[in-house]
């Protein structure tokens, strides 16, 4: 049986566990995959440049379960696993040249940035509720970098979609 949530604190290190399985997932599994499938140099780059981020994310919440007294320990999280499903069934589907591929590849980024993107700022009003300024410091620094992905993801999608509805 799962352990209660009993406070807000309990319910911030159940979150920074759920991220902390993401970010550590992202960094060895999803973003060196998505690197390997898509064509496009731009967005190559875009992933190896987050890949990076990403490790500072891992330091990051890692740092903050120390700041905590807590246990770096990882839960898994379903919505990641979730997408990874739906990820894999769809690319499955997609019949076409490598720009519709990339296409479809920066609409899986700027999704889970979105999920990222929620997640960090309810995190970081908990920590900000709870009086934890160097902790929401720190959330807000992953959270930054994410928005700065997502914009990304959708300049090289609105490209993409330019140049394959133009040919």
Same mark, same amino acid.
């Given at each position: ?75 898994k999280n379903e919505v990641l696993n979730g997408l ?27 999704? #889970?940035?979105?999920? =990222?993107? !929620? +997640? ?7 920590? *900000?509720? %709870?009086?934890? @300024? ?7 620094? #992953?959270?930054?970098? =994410?928005? !700065? +992905? ?7 999608? *609105?490209? %993409?979609?330019? @140049?394959?509805?133009?040919?």
């Open positions: 049986m799962p352990e209660s949530i009993t406070t807000p604190r309990a319910l911030l290190v159940h979150h920074l566990q759920s991220m902390l399985f993401v970010e550590q997932t992202l960094v060895d599994e999803v973003l060196p995959e998505l690197h390997g499938n898509v064509q496009s140099p731009d967005l190559k780059q875009d992933i190896e440049h987050h890949l990076e981020e990403t490790r500072e994310h891992v330091r990051n919440l890692q740092e903050i379960f120390r700041m905590l007294g807590e246990p770096a320990t990882p839960k990874g499903k739906e990820y894999h069934e769809a690319l499955g589907m997609i019949q076409g040249d490598a720009a519709l591929t990339d296409l479809f590849h920066t609409g899986v980024i700027a999704k #889970n940035e979105h999920v =990222e993107i !929620a +997640a960090y700022n309810g995190m970081i009003e908990c920590a *900000k509720a %709870l009086d934890e @300024d160097e902790i929401a410091n720190l959330l807000n620094e #992953n959270l930054d970098q =994410e928005e !700065a +992905a997502l914009k990304k993801a959708e300049k090289g999608m *609105k490209k %993409l979609l330019k @140049d394959k509805v133009s040919v």
